[in-house]
């Protein structure tokens, strides 16, 4: 897939072409309206892919929760054997709590974790299953509120029978800012992993609480602008990070649903990274 149209398309995913302009500029980088029609489907996630484990694995325990409440929502799931374990919650892109990021919460959860795959859509009724709408949805969530709802599920994992007591937060784009924010939010989180997500802004760096991991992709040049910013603050502030930079990848590397972006190679990497981090901070003390 050629780079201009995956740029493209990643600017309009994320706000700054709006629809109709997104489709003009398509068109005449593709030749006409057909081709672009055709393109466009080529850059969109494909969910018919979703599923690396499945709904039914006989291995695991899923169910839906309300961990914080009315309007909260969360899909919760874990390996059926094994005791008491770490938390991790998986906050969603921009698209909310579609059928890739259930897939990663049951990743999550073979791999020993209480895993939350939060919906922060559910206060507007849930995830819709388009993922234009999705986006307009997310857009309109009141950033404090949101904020909230993820200190609850940090106390909801923290308290549950299930759990050591100790709590972590992976997040995806959208998911990715948003777990910087909780990191220093005072939630009592114990680890932050980002993939490719806004960076916290230089003010809020001192209130960090838990350590971060931090995936960037190569050819992100929208997020990476910010980075040594964020980075320069980290070290004066004496924060514990780790920072991961994949050359030649595209924003979104992880999504293994979209044909264009996803890298096969630095997702393994960027998640047994991931598993490490969470190994290292969320085991039992």
């Known amino acids: 897939m050629d780079q201009e149209l995956i740029d493209l398309y990643d600017a309009h995913t994320h706000g700054a072409i709006e629809r109709r302009a ?24 494909d969910y018919a892919h979703a599923q690396t484990v499945a709904e039914d694995d006989a291995r695991l325990a899923s169910e839906t929760v309300a961990y914080g409440g009315p309007g909260t929502s969360g899909y919760l799931v874990r390996a059926k054997e094994g005791g008491k374990r770490g938390a ?19 990743r999550a959860a073979l791999e020993g974790y209480l895993a939350l795959g939060v919906d922060l859509l559910a206060v ?29 599920a940090v106390a909801f994992l923290a308290k549950h029978e299930l ?35 806004r960076t916290l802004p230089v003010a809020e760096v001192p209130n960090l609480e838990a350590p971060l991991l931090l995936h ?16 320069q603050a980290l070290k004066a502030a004496g924060k514990a990070y780790e920072l991961h930079l994949y050359e030649g ?6 999504n293994d649903t979209s044909a264009a972006r996803y890298d096969e190679a630095a997702a393994k990497l960027a998640w047994s990274r991931t598993l490490a981090f969470f190994g290292k901070h969320l085991a039992s003390r």
């Open 249 to 254: 990848v595209n924003h979104a590397f992880n």
């Open 124 to 152: 507007g009724g849930g995830t819709p299953a388009d993922e234009d709408q999705a986006r307009e949805a997310i857009g309109k969530l009141d950033a404090a509120d949101t904020l909230a709802k993820l200190k609850s």
């Open 216 to 231: 960037y992709a190569g050819k992100d040049e929208r997020i990476n602008a910010t980075i040594p910013e964020f980075e």
């Open 22 to 45: 997104f489709f003009d500029r398509l068109a005449k980088v593709a030749g006409g309206t057909t081709a672009a029609a055709a393109l466009f489907a080529a850059l969109r996630n």
């Open 163 to 197: 759990g050591n007591g100790r709590v972590g937060a992976v997040g995806f784009c959208w998911g990715g800012g948003t777990v910087n924010r909780l990191a220093a939010a005072g939630a009592g989180l114990h680890a932050g992993v980002a993939y490719y997500g």
């Open 88 to 106: 991790v919650i998986v906050i969603h892109e921009n698209r909310g709590l579609n059928a890739h990021i259930r897939d990663v919460t049951r």
